[in-house]
């Protein structure tokens, strides 16, 4: 019984770390000359005051952009000031890219208004379903985020049965590739067959939370309940496209830290 109660008082103290203190800066290297600072699945959590830890990484690293790929906030959320100044922080640094995540979408739909206004308070690139031409150091990318319906995530209040998200649907989103190297955002890495069919370069995304619990580096569960998802933390080839997968930052999470991610490309 000693024994079990030693153990419990462990793991808990390991969450404890892992979840408040900790969060890791995971480095990627495709080229060279751009740096990308990759944030996801943010919630509810804090990292400092205002997620001051975040914005203080930026100005330590000085990415040339940043990518957030959705669950900036949680669908619970009412209140959307901590979030505007992280925002305005990062826009300090680097031009700031964004797309919505499955919680953002299904906030109450009182409160949506007021998220939209707050973003517009900020310089945040919202991609909704679009993309934006960038030169950055005589390179020029076209970068483009993608939001399904929110009933491919999750129908009925089932995650059962969602609707599925194809190649046709993600074409009506978006309209055919635009030319040139697209980098894409995208939550659900579990779409990556059809990014690259569209003809994404690079997909970032985040949405698994790096499975929740990591086992000899694999991830143990998604938010669809679902075991060992496909794609959970790291980087990914699909067909010809780098599917780059952020292991976010909130949310519960074992063996398993926080990170924010960073692409030299």
């Known amino acids: 019984m000693i024994y079990f109660a030693i153990a419990i008082l462990l793991i808990s ?4 770390i892992e979840n408040r203190l900790i969060i890791l800066c995971r480095h990627e290297k495709f080229g060279d ?55 305005n922080r990062l826009c300090e640094v680097a031009p700031v890219y964004m797309v919505f995540g499955n919680h953002e979408q299904s906030i109450d739909e009182k409160y949506m208004p007021e998220l939209e206004k707050m973003l517009e308070n900020t310089k945040v690139q919202l991609l ?13 990318f076209c970068i483009c985020g993608v939001v399904p319906k929110y009933t491919a995530y999750k129908k009925n209040d089932s995650y059962r049965n969602p609707d599925n998200f194809t190649s046709k649907d993600m074409t009506e989103l978006m ?12 939550h659900n890495p579990l779409w990556a067959d059809v990014y690259a069919e569209w003809g994404a370069d690079y997909t970032f995304s985040g949405h698994v939370h790096g499975g929740a619990v990591r086992i000899f580096g694999k991830g143990v569960l998604s938010p669809e309940r679902k075991l060992f998802p496909k794609y959970s933390k790291g980087v990914y080839t699909v067909g010809e496209m780098k599917l780059c997968v952020s292991g976010g930052i909130g949310k519960l999470r074992l063996f398993n830290p926080p990170e924010i991610v960073f692409y030299e490309l």
Do not use: W
């Open 33 to 87: 000359g751009i740096r990308i600072m990759h944030v996801s699945d943010i919630h509810k959590d804090r990292k400092g005051a205002d997620n001051c830890r975040i914005s203080e990484t930026a100005e330590k690293k000085s990415p040339d952009m940043i990518f957030i790929t959705g669950d900036l906030i949680s669908r619970s959320e009412t209140d959307f000031k901590s979030a505007e100044i992280l925002l």
């Open 13 to 16: 103290a390991m969450l404890f």
């Open 175 to 186: 309209g055919a590739k635009p030319y040139g190297n697209i980098l894409l955002l995208a």
């Open 128 to 140: 909704n379903n679009c993309g934006e031409y960038i030169q950055i150091k005589n390179r020029k």
